[in-house]
């Protein structure tokens, strides 16, 4: 048994050791990255936690939730626990992450535009 | 203003959905109440969320322009160009007015195809005050666009700004015999007080075409040149004040870097090198950036090469807070004020200071207001009453870019809808708390 | 022996073959890029998913919503759910630190080794906790299909041991590791199985929102082993004593809290899962482990969407079958004794024995794929975490490869022993779809004692290692014991125990470590976890070789 060891991970050296290139960052610029993302995430997970349990929830105070028909006949409580979540999940997924990937587009390195810029 | 057009529609969308699933399309429908509520929830949530979901997908796929379409072709200028091109409300109307970008060859030449069939003329030209720049109709072939200005009824009529109706080829003074044309009306162009050139109509017929008509289109044809001037004086003298602003690099700040890099050039080389490109980094993008706004994540990699570069001359006397919200960095702000204040809070506030302090840049977006929130804090020496005053009044010292520079502009740029407050004791360190208007 | 056995006797065997001779390439940044990003993401996005969808997800949620309706759907959410937080907390942060297992970036972040020895024992006891639900479902596959044991043994007994040692041995010897391709492809396959499933029920005149309607108006009733032999009796309606539960309504299962604790106790179990972390190390950069989570959820929510429709069918069709002998023999008065047979059984409606055995081998790759990443994990824990840094510092690749070896057949047996006595029919009763059940006390451990310490120490720079120690000590000792006191009998609530644990771990964590300082190191871990200067240099070093490739 030799996943330890051979399963090799790209990346997982100790990165000190590598040689520095063109790219890095400041102790600054990563600390406002870190704490905008985490202002992100927890608003997003703020949104998350209030439709998957406001799903159960709203059965508890609207009977409408559990015994209204949709246009097939199948109640709205059911059509989002056996479907509708899933698609809120995925949106909700690519929305954060599209804000999270051009959050650290913005906030670390430099513009593309003016990195490869040639003589400037 | 697209945002806001765009969440009405997203909000009128959503209540269109919120009605169709309570209401329609379900079996017992939801009571009334019960789906108002349903719907000021779901509207609450979408008002609140949508700055991050439209920015966010948004921003991210458009990015910096690529640096290979400017290379090839040329796109990079064409963007600043247009970007260049501000976004008062009369310059987006003129696009279909071609005269309305000045008195050139290009917009006379498309003038007079348009004018041509409206006056029911044979020919049109227009001319400035030396040569015709456009000629449309029978005749072309010697009244060309570029010969001098030939006629003596033409001269007069630049010399007198009065309107002329020639009724006979002889009139016309054309010297040349086999010319078709034997009657016209010809119109001064003025720009305020003087002619620019003249709005020539004929006819091959000696019935000339009506006076008025083509007075009345030369009036038109005036405003829209007096537009196109004023317009270039704005452009001209906010440009102007702009380049002078990013030539205005402190020289002390590039001499000190320098110094810093060399310093480290034998002790850190790496550190020394990664400087560098941030030093060449702060000259591209002080020198290249164009137009009056950029997104406030161009102004803050800006604002982050500049503190690295006076970081790594201060050390540890020197700490930096960013405090941004994700919401705010794809929101356009003006170019080149929030780097001069974070300059003014290094300079002024912690450069005197022994101990040094912190300087803290915090953005923030209110999507309801649509205002976005920029505050520049120090903690360093701060100032009393009576320098503040003067701070405010008087402009930067040499090499820096003063408050009432910044003002200024603003002012230019969004009138009364701004705001900066600034707080200051001594001690006790100063705060710049900007609030400016979603663009 | 029936020759659907024979069947799923060789099935096993070219899946064992097929995923020992595929060697594990080693995915390196460029082969992401030149296969296309995209390409790249997709493809490590079903490979996770593959590792994730078990015997719990594979049978145990069509048999959960076969049991009870509405309120069993919410396993299926919650597994599904539980890759949000991952997405929002986890996936890019973890890349980019670019450890290599769970303990292994709690010890480095923190700089501790008594953290990375908790770590170990926590991450050993989830993963014996999903193993054992595996083993369970894998003896009840063998126990419907081949039907007979082996060496003398009952047929559930022969499935469990098959399983668990078949497996352990395969790891063991074969140096099966699981590709990203191999588990993408079996992530296809099962999906692939269900919506064959789900077409060939509409075809035969399935309607979903119809057969729920028809569903609910019935009162919902379940298969009980009484003393005079197999019963039918009323579901208890858990939210109005006085009113049947229904298929379409919620109550048949959890009363008004549980099916909160439920839920937030998967929402929080994925994140701590370590077969599944490990994985997000194969992605090139943060950003793609990022993208590589959102394709995750839309894969999954594909697969359950289609799980729940199924355990729905099986209600639906099950009855109006015709009654054949197979069918009877499975069934009372048309309700499956089993629910885990749900899947299978409609299998063998549509596609005969054939579609029985491509059913049963769907079951089996999810159980093998599921149960490999596991003893994987396991075994690396120990070798990498335990043997080499703490039993023999100067151990040799050789005696290291043997610790993990036997630290595979160990948990294993562990596994099986716990297993065996497990048998469905003796706990349907108590417990309604038992694999799925199971799977969620593995889901409540990480939740409870991992996700709060790995998410905190993320995200907060105030974390200590003592803060982190005395967080998953409150979080696996509060989760454990309310867990044994709801067995014992208190019931509800206490089986789900994420939903107080984990606030508590949380709270522990954070009080403790305001005591001590940070690690000394923070600020440089800060930029490993949170800086992509690192990835955005790889970024271009692909870039430019594939534009070098291109010749542009």
């Not at chain 1, 997924?93 to 390195?109: I, K, P, Q, S, Y």
């Not at chain 2, 997908?57 to 600043?80: E, L």
């Not at chain 3, 986890?90 to 480095?108: H, K, T, W």
């Not at chain 3, 206490?494 to 644990?501: D, K, M, S």
Request: glycine share 10%; aromatic share 8%; proline share 5%.
């Amino acid at each position: 048994m030799d996943a330890g060891r051979e399963r090799s991970y790209p990346g997982t050296t100790e990165r000190p050791n590598e040689p520095t290139f063109d790219e890095y960052d400041t102790p600054a610029e990563v600390d406002a990255a870190a704490r905008t993302l985490r202002r992100v995430a927890l608003v997003y997970f703020a949104l998350f936690l209030l439709v998957t349990l406001g799903v159960p929830a709203l059965t508890l105070v609207l009977d409408w939730w559990s015994s209204g028909g949709l246009a097939g006949g199948l109640s709205p409580n059911f059509v989002m626990a056996a479907g509708g979540l899933y698609i809120v999940f995925f949106l909700l997924a690519l929305a954060a992450a599209a804000l999270a990937n051009a959050v650290e587009d913005r906030m670390l390195g430099g513009p593309e535009a003016l990195d490869e810029d040639d003589g400037g | 203003m697209r945002g806001g057009g765009l969440l009405a529609a997203a909000l009128a969308a959503l209540w269109g959905l919120t009605y169709l699933v309570t209401q329609v399309i379900v079996q017992p429908p939801l009571a009334a109440g019960r789906m108002v509520l349903a719907g000021l929830v779901l509207s609450t949530v979408l008002t609140l969320g949508y700055p991050s979901v439209l920015r966010g997908p948004r921003m991210y796929r458009r990015r910096w322009p690529p640096s290979r379409a400017r290379r090839v072709g040329q796109v990079g200028q064409t963007s600043g160009a247009a970007r260049r091109a501000e976004p008062a409300p009369i310059s987006i109307m003129g696009s279909s007015m071609p005269l309305r970008s000045g008195l050139t060859a290009e917009a006379a030449n498309r003038t007079v195809t348009l004018l041509r069939p409206m006056l029911g003329a044979d020919a049109v030209a227009i001319t400035d005050r030396q040569q015709v720049l456009a000629f449309v109709g029978p005749g072309r072939d010697h009244h060309h666009p570029g010969k001098a200005t030939i006629t003596a009824a033409t001269r007069k009529v630049l010399e007198g700004a009065r309107t002329k109706v020639l009724h006979s080829a002889g009139a016309l003074g054309c010297p040349e015999p086999s010319c078709p044309l034997s009657s016209a009306v010809i119109a001064p162009l003025h720009v305020g007080d003087s002619v620019v050139g003249a709005l020539k109509v004929y006819r091959v017929d000696e019935t000339a075409p009506s006076r008025d008509l083509v007075q009345g289109m030369a009036g038109i044809l005036s405003l829209h040149l007096e537009l196109a001037d004023m317009d270039r004086e704005r452009r001209l003298s906010a440009s102007a004040r702009l380049d002078a602003l990013r030539a205005q690099i402190n020289p002390h700040f590039l001499f000190n870097t320098l110094n810093t890099i060399a310093s480290r050039a034998r002790t850190h080389p790496e550190e020394a090198r990664q400087l560098l490109l941030r030093l060449s980094d702060f000259f591209r993008y002080s020198t290249r950036q164009q137009g009056q706004f950029a997104d406030f994540g161009q102004e803050y990699f800006f604002v982050r090469t500049y503190l690295a570069l006076e970081q790594a001359r201060f050390g540890e006397r020197l700490a930096v807070r960013y405090d941004v919200d994700p919401q705010v960095l794809g929101v356009q702000i003006p170019v080149l004020v929030v780097q001069p204040l974070v300059e003014n809070a290094v300079k002024h506030g912690l450069a005197q200071s022994v101990k040094g302090g912190t300087v803290s840049l915090k953005a923030r977006f209110d999507p309801l207001r649509r205002v976005t929130r920029i505050v520049v804090r120090d903690d360093g020496v701060g100032m009393d009453p009576a320098t503040l005053e003067s701070a405010l009044r008087h402009d930067g010292e040499m090499g820096g870019i003063g408050l009432r520079n910044i003002g200024e502009r603003l002012e230019n740029l969004f009138g009364e809808r701004y705001r900066m407050d600034l707080r200051s004791r001594p001690d006790d360190g100063t705060t710049v708390d900007l609030r400016i208007p979603l663009r | 022996m029936t020759a659907e056995g024979v069947l799923l006797i060789v099935a096993m065997v070219v899946t064992l073959l097929f995923a020992a001779l595929v060697r594990p390439r080693r995915a390196s940044t460029l082969d992401f890029y030149l296969a296309g990003q995209r390409i790249g993401v997709v493809t490590n996005a079903f490979a996770i998913c593959g590792d994730y969808f078990s015997a719990a997800s594979f049978l145990g949620v069509a048999a959960a919503v076969y049991v009870s309706g509405l309120d069993g759907v919410w396993y299926a959410t919650g597994f599904a759910a539980g890759f949000v937080p991952v997405l929002l907390f986890v996936a890019a942060p973890l890349r980019r630190f670019g450890e290599f297992s769970i303990p292994d970036f709690l010890g480095r972040r923190l700089e501790s080794e008594r953290v990375r020895l908790l770590a170990v024992a926590v991450v050993e006891l989830i993963i014996l906790s999903y193993l054992v639900p595996q083993a369970v479902g894998s003896g009840i596959v063998w126990d419907l299909l081949v039907g007979q044991g082996m060496f003398g043994l009952d047929a559930y007994v022969t499935g469990v041991l098959v399983s668990t040692f078949g497996i352990a041995l395969a790891v063991v010897f074969g140096g099966m590791r699981g590709t990203t391709w191999t588990q993408a492809v079996q992530f296809l396959f099962m999906l692939m199985l269900l919506g064959w499933l789900a077409g060939s029920a509409v075809v035969g005149g399935f309607r979903y929102a119809t057969a729920v309607e028809r569903l609910g108006d019935e009162p919902l009733r379940t298969s009980t082993l009484t003393p005079e032999g197999w019963r039918l009796e009323p579901v208890q309606n858990q939210l109005d004593a006085e009113a049947p539960a229904r298929f379409d309504r919620p109550g048949a299962r959890y009363d008004r809290i549980s099916l909160f604790a439920l839920v937030v106790t998967l929402v929080m179990g994925t994140a701590g899962l370590p077969h599944v972390m490990n994985r997000y190390f194969t992605s090139p950069t943060g950003r793609a482990a990022r993208m590589t989570t959102v394709w995750v959820l839309g894969a999954a929510g594909m697969f359950y969407a289609l799980a729940v429709m199924l355990g729905t069918a099986a209600r639906a069709i099950i009855p109006r079958a015709p009654s054949v002998g197979w069918l009877r023999a499975l069934t009372v008065d048309g309700v499956l004794q089993v629910p885990e047979h749900a899947l299978l059984v409609l299998g063998r409606l549509y596609g005969g024995r054939t579609g029985l055995t491509l059913l049963a081998i769907g079951a089996f790759i999810a159980v093998v794929s599921t149960i490999a990443g596991l003893l994987l994990a396991a075994a690396a824990s120990w070798g990498h975490d335990i043997y080499e840094r703490h039993l023999r510092p100067g151990a040799t690749q050789r005696q290291a490869v043997r610790a993990g070896r036997l630290a595979v057949l160990v948990v294993a047996a562990i596994s099986a022993a716990i297993a065996l006595p497990l048998e469905p029919v003796v706990l349907s009763a108590r417990f309604p779809s038992i694999v799925a059940s199971m799977v969620t006390w593995a889901f409540a451990l990480a939740g409870s004692a991992l996700t709060p310490v790995f998410v905190l120490t993320i995200w907060w720079r105030g974390m200590t290692a003592t803060g982190a120690l005395a967080g998953m000590l409150t979080g696996a000792l509060v989760a454990v014991g309310a867990f044994l006191a709801g067995l014992a009998g208190a019931g509800g609530i206490l089986l789900f125990p994420t939903v107080f644990a984990a606030p508590l771990s949380a709270l522990a964590t954070v009080l403790v470590s305001q005591r001590g300082a940070p690690p000394e190191r923070v600020e440089a871990h800060w930029m490993r976890l949170h800086g992509t200067a690192a990835d955005r240099q790889a970024e271009r070093l692909a870039e430019l070789t594939i534009r070098g490739v291109d010749g542009r």
